[in-house]
T-cell receptor
Framework: AQRVTQPEKLLSVFKGAPVELKCNYS??????LFWYVQYSRQRLQLLLR??SRESIKGFTADLNKGETSFHLKKPFAQEEDSAMYYC???????????FGAGTILRVKS | DVKVTQSSRYLVKRTGEKVFLECVQD?????MFWYRQDPGLGLRLIYF???????EKGDIPEGYSVSREKKERFSLILESASTNQTSMYLC?????????????FGPGTRLTVT
């Protein structure tokens, strides 16, 4: 079965501090992993995907198959990063996504 | 610009009513999805469709049905609404091929069943 675990419901950090949002997954094949973000009063949108190996808004995420993790990191948090973050996994069957429970990131000034 | 629209932002219905939630995308996407979003549970897939008139159950299809008569439109139907179906409902669409394709989301419909 495919499963995504985000252990933290809420992560609160100060502006300028490093951020790490944890994501662990369970999947027997080769997964595609994503981070989606939902800012206040905005629709859910893609932040980044592991296959692109890109940095978006200063965020990066590395797929660690040994630890089955895809943690989202940013070296210096900004207030505008405050949002709900979802880790998601796509397995063998098409484009169906399995989402984690989400982590609220609050960046305090 | 990519666009997924949902017919209502807020909806209040009574227990037992039949409820229709509509979703339209203008990107010519093959895949369309309905999720419900609940605090502490994340997004859970109700149904998805990969072509006109094709549908497949997601993880929580009980109490719901869907209809896709045209490529751009995907409807979610609550046959007899119940209070435990009070939730935020999100529609999404994506291209067909490839697991790495982005899903584009609508703004959501907050449904309250009283």
């Amino acid at each position: 079965a495919q499963r995504v675990t985000q252990p933290e419901k809420l992560l609160s950090v100060f502006k300028g501090a490093p951020v790490e949002l944890k994501c662990n997954y369970s999947y027997s094949g080769s997964p595609e992993l994503f981070w989606y973000v939902q800012y206040s009063r905005q629709r859910l949108q893609l932040l980044l995907r592991h296959i692109s190996r890109e940095s978006i808004k200063g965020f990066t995420a590395d797929l660690n198959k040994g630890e089955t993790s895809f943690h989202l990191k940013k070296p210096f948090a900004q207030e505008e990063d405050s949002a709900m973050y979802y880790c998601a996994l796509s397995g063998a069957y098409g484009n169906k996504l399995v989402f984690g429970a989400g982590t609220i990131l609050r960046v305090k000034s | 610009d990519v666009k997924v629209t949902q017919s209502s932002r807020y909806l209040v219905k009574r227990t037992g009513e039949k409820v229709f939630l509509e979703c339209v995308q203008d990107m010519d996407h093959e895949n369309m999805f309905w999720y419900r979003q609940d605090p502490g549970l994340g997004l859970r897939l109700i149904y998805f469709s990969y072509d006109v008139k094709m549908k497949e159950k997601g993880d929580i299809p009980e109490g719901y049905s869907v209809s896709r008569e045209k490529k751009e439109r995907f409807s979610l139907i609550l046959e007899s609404a119940s209070t435990n179906q009070t939730s935020m409902y999100l529609c999404a669409s994506s291209q067909l091929a490839g697991a790495a394709y982005e899903q584009y989301f609508g703004p959501g419909t907050r449904l309250t069943v009283t």
